[in-house]
């Protein structure tokens, strides 16, 4: 014990000593210690965010089939997860004083007169057609006025293509008749917003309910009371969480089911919030551990100058006869109690300036992953990721010092293997 408590006294008297290398053993374990917590920090706040995007954006799925009812639909919707649906159900609609785009080839010779004449573009009928897949992966752009969206309920508005706009020089505010099928039913609906759609007018002839400039969207009441029994298409489903999808897709398939069920998963929105975040804490984990082997380089360089320079001392300990892993114990200590107390200093250090350094990357990592204005125009304002501040927890300070102690371990214990090959003739003969 007397021992213990002997090198122990001369670690502190080594270090009161020599005030210029306890300063640099100081200064050298305040910026690790401060780069650490800052790095870990900096990785808590971006699975928080994470957490965040998984739990606001969520992932959209698309459900079609024959089975398709829209009560099968709704108890769907019911699901544990979804945080929204939409229904989506087609008909064809003939536009009364406008013209159609056509397709760029010529009608086939078979097709009869009659037949042509019967050839109408799609009305689809949506609740939300933020949901829908074109608009929620930026394919599809609303160029003018708004989308389709639940507060519409039954009115008769509707969105048409840019191309079919200018054919027929329409405006947002104007109106267009739409006709059923049968021609049993008509009415006016107001265009609420135009779209531009990427798909080329297809070069050989289609019917026009596969053009895509002639896509028509409308509220589903109001498709409803154009042409009355029509049955639902698709059906589109928001999750909260892209982990629910699973049980997601067993619930489909126990509700709706048949050989034709099909699930389509979208997590672009989700993936593209999720991207730059994964990327930075990436390199949050990686910068941490550059620091710490970074760390113990440089103490391992100051420890073999110390002991080079106490060469000396040494010698005149072992020929005391002081055991050389006391002496090497020694070292650990002094360097041991340098870390400890930089970590103190770190810590007020790190909470002081960290967050105004760190929030800013936050906020940059969220704002600039965020989904570009055509594809997150339908997300309501809960929906965006809030940036997550940077803030240390009881496990980051943990970490830290257990890493430092790590470093102490390393950086002083391979140079100080020098002590335990010297003899104390040698050490005293060749001192300087």
Known sequence: MYGIMNFLKRAGYSLIARPVRTS???????????????????????AREQAEAARSVGVDVTVTGRRLTDQAAERLGQAPGVVRFDILANAEAALKGALPVPAAGAAPATLSTLQQ???????????????????????????????????????????????LAERNRLHVGDGIALESADGDHATAFQIVGIYRSPQPVPPVWVPLGQVPADQLYAPAGAVEKLDPGIQPADALYRLGDPSAVPAFRGQAASLVGGSDLNLAVNAAAYETLVGPMQAVAGLAG??????????ALILALIVALGIRDRREELGVLLSLGERKPRILGQHIVEVVAAALLAQALAVAVALAFAPAILDPILAHSTTGSRPPVSQAAHLDPAETVTPVPASADTADVLWTAGICLGICLVGTAVPGTTILRLSPRSVLVHAD
């Open 117 to 163: 004449s019967q050839d109408r573009p799609l009305l689809s009928g949506v609740d939300d057609s933020g949901l829908l897949l074109g608009f929620d992966t930026g394919r599809d752009v609303i160029v003018s006025g708004r989308g389709i969206t639940p507060a519409d309920g039954d009115r008769p508005v509707v969105m048409v293509e840019e191309q």
């Open 24 to 46: 640099l053993l100081l200064g050298v374990f305040i910026v690790i210690s401060a780069l650490l917590l800052a790095g870990f920090m900096l990785r808590d706040a971006m």
């Open 286 to 295: 990686g910068v941490v551990w550059l620091i710490a082997g970074s760390g």
